[in-house]
C-alpha cells in the first residue's frame, strides 16, 4: 500500500477476455483500491459509452465485489480530436466526451481523464490549437452540468508534456471542473523540472499516474509505454519524497500493459511490488 493514498490499477493491466466482476475482483486481491477504466481509440472500448448493458454490467460488479471504478483514462480523443481539420471527426470527439460524462454519471466515474492532444495524426496548427480550446470550453461546460471532473493528462507529445502548458488552456477557461493529472513518466521522460512541474499543478491535481518512461533526447524519440519500472529515467523516491512533503493527499494510479508473455498476476505483483518499495524509502527519508 502507499500510506494513505488510494491506489488504483489501470484495466490495460489486465487481459481483455476477463468479465467486470474478474476485473474488480483481481484487483482487490492484488491490493488495489480501485479500477481506472480505458476508453482508447479501438472501437470495441468507445462502443462502451453508448452501450447501456455495459453500464448495468459495471454497476453489478461494483456492488459484487465493493472495487469501484473512480476514474476513466479517455484516449479516444487521439483518433478523434477536437482540433481536426475534419468537421465529421470533430463532431464525433463532442459526442465522445458528452458520452463519456453521460457513463461517468451513470456508473460512478469521478474523473475523466483527458489526452492533451489538439491533433495527433494531423499536422498541428492556430487553427487545430484553437478548435481544441473550443471543445475543451465545451466540455467543460458539459461537466460542470454533470458534476463530473475532466483532468488532463500530461502527454507524450510536445502539445501538453508539462503542467506549466495545461494551465496555458486552464487560464483561459477558468473552470473548477478542469483539472490536471500529471504522467510522472511523461513529466520526467521531457526533461521538465518535476519538482517546480508538480508544486506549480498541486492546487489542481487530482490524481497522479504512475509510469516508467524513457527520456527523450535529440536522437531519440524517448520510449512511453511498456517500459518496466526500474528499467526507466522516473526516480519515484524523489517525485514520492516532493509529493509527500507538499502535501499531496490523493490517489495514484498505476499504468501498466498486460503482456500475454508473463504471467498476469505475477507482472502486476511485481510492478506494484517495486512502487511500494520506492514509497517506503521516501516517506522513510
Same mark, same amino acid.
Given at each position: 500500500m ?8 489501470y484495466?490495460k493491466? +489486465?487481459?481483455?477476455?476477463h468479465s467486470?466482476e474478474?476485473?474488480l ?9 480501485? +479500477?481506472?477504466?480505458?476508453i482508447?481509440?479501438?472501437?470495441e472500448r ?6 447501456a ?13 465493493g472495487?469501484?471504478v473512480? &476514474?476513466?483514462?479517455? &484516449? ?6 477536437f482540433? %481536426?481539420?475534419?468537421?465529421?471527426t470533430?463532431k464525433?470527439?463532442y459526442?465522445?466526451i458528452q ?5 461517468s ?8 481523464? +483527458? ?6 495524426y494531423?499536422?498541428? %496548427? ?12 465545451? %466540455? ?10 475532466l483532468?488532463?493528462e ?6 501538453m508534456? &508539462?503542467? %506549466?502548458?495545461?494551465?496555458?488552456? &486552464?487560464?483561459?477557461i ?16 521531457w ?6 512541474e ?9 490524481a497522479i499516474? +504512475?509510469?516508467?518512461t ?12 511498456c517500459v ?8 519515484f ?5 516532493i509529493l509527500?512533503?507538499?502535501?499531496y ?8 500493459w ?5 504471467d ?6 511485481t510492478a506494484?511490488s517495486y ?11
Amino acid at each position: 500500500m502507499l500510506g494513505e493514498h488510494a491506489f488504483g490499477l489501470y484495466e490495460k493491466a +489486465l487481459a481483455v477476455n476477463h468479465s467486470w466482476e474478474q476485473r474488480l475482483e483481481k484487483a482487490r486481491k492484488l491490493g488495489y483500491d480501485y +479500477l481506472e477504466i480505458c476508453i482508447d481509440e479501438k472501437d470495441e472500448r468507445i462502443e462502451r459509452l453508448w452501450e447501456a448493458k455495459k453500464e448495468m454490467e459495471i454497476r453489478d460488479a461494483i456492488r459484487q465485489t465493493g472495487v469501484p471504478v473512480r &476514474s476513466m483514462c479517455l &484516449s479516444a480523443h487521439r483518433r478523434f480530436p477536437f482540433g %481536426s481539420q475534419d468537421k465529421k471527426t470533430r463532431k464525433t470527439a463532442y459526442d465522445i466526451i458528452q458520452r463519456a460524462i453521460d457513463f461517468s454519471v451513470n456508473t460512478g466515474v469521478r474523473v475523466i481523464q +483527458l489526452a492533451g492532444y489538439d491533433v495527433y495524426y494531423e499536422q498541428s %496548427s492556430e487553427q487545430t490549437r484553437n478548435a481544441f480550446l473550443e471543445g475543451l470550453r465545451w %466540455s467543460c461546460k458539459r461537466a460542470e452540468r454533470a458534476q463530473v471532473m475532466l483532468s488532463m493528462e500530461i502527454m507524450d507529445t510536445e502539445f501538453m508534456n &508539462s503542467i %506549466s502548458k495545461f494551465y496555458t488552456y &486552464s487560464n483561459l477557461i477558468s473552470s473548477p471542473w478542469l483539472t490536471v493529472y500529471p504522467d510522472l513518466g511523461n513529466l520526467t521522460a521531457w526533461g521538465n523540472d518535476v519538482y517546480k512541474e508538480l508544486k506549480l499543478g498541486l492546487p489542481k491535481t487530482v490524481a497522479i499516474h +504512475l509510469k516508467d518512461t524513457l527520456r527523450v533526447t535529440e536522437d531519440f524519440p524517448g520510449k512511453f509505454k511498456c517500459v518496466p519500472f526500474g528499467a526507466g529515467c522516473v526516480d519515484f523516491v524523489y517525485c514520492f519524497k516532493i509529493l509527500e512533503e507538499m502535501g499531496y493527499v490523493g490517489p495514484y494510479m498505476q499504468e501498466i500493459w498486460f503482456d500475454e508473455m508473463y504471467d498476469e498476476d505475477t507482472q502486476i505483483k511485481t510492478a506494484k511490488s517495486y512502487i511500494e518499495q520506492c514509497f517506503e524509502e521516501a516517506v522513510g527519508q
